[in-house]
């Protein structure tokens, strides 16, 4: 019963990524983000969106990283086996940081 809504949510969520779009780079732009961990997952994932954003890349390589995703959303932001849904995996990452 929980899966309805669950899928619910997560079509709100993937509404709202070109909103998402609009502010992300330059967030993560103005900020410093420091880690006390050495090779944080959450900050090389940032590193990794932030030269993506800089050299116009819209979609993600198969080696995008992911460690920093919950298990909770690990099966929506990867689908399949080398598959990355974009927009949930960034709007994760968004979601991490706060």
């Given at each position: 019963m929980?899966?309805?809504a669950e899928q619910l949510?997560?079509?709100?969520?993937r509404h709202r990524y070109s909103y998402?779009?609009?502010?992300?780079?330059?967030?993560?732009?103005?900020?410093?983000?420091?880690?006390?961990?050495?090779?944080?997952?959450?900050?090389?994932?940032v590193d990794y969106l932030r030269?993506?954003?800089?050299n116009g890349q819209r979609g993600l390589d198969a080696d995008a990283p992911v460690e920093f995703i919950p298990p909770a959303w690990k099966p929506h932001v990867c689908p399949a086996p080398s598959e990355i849904d974009r927009p949930l995996w960034e709007i994760?990452?968004?979601?991490?940081?706060c």
């Open positions: 929980a899966e309805p949510y997560l079509a709100a969520v998402v779009r609009q502010f992300a780079p330059r967030l993560l732009e103005t900020f410093v983000l420091r880690a006390i961990v050495p090779n944080e997952p959450l900050l090389q994932a030269a993506r954003n800089r994760c990452l968004v979601e991490q940081l």
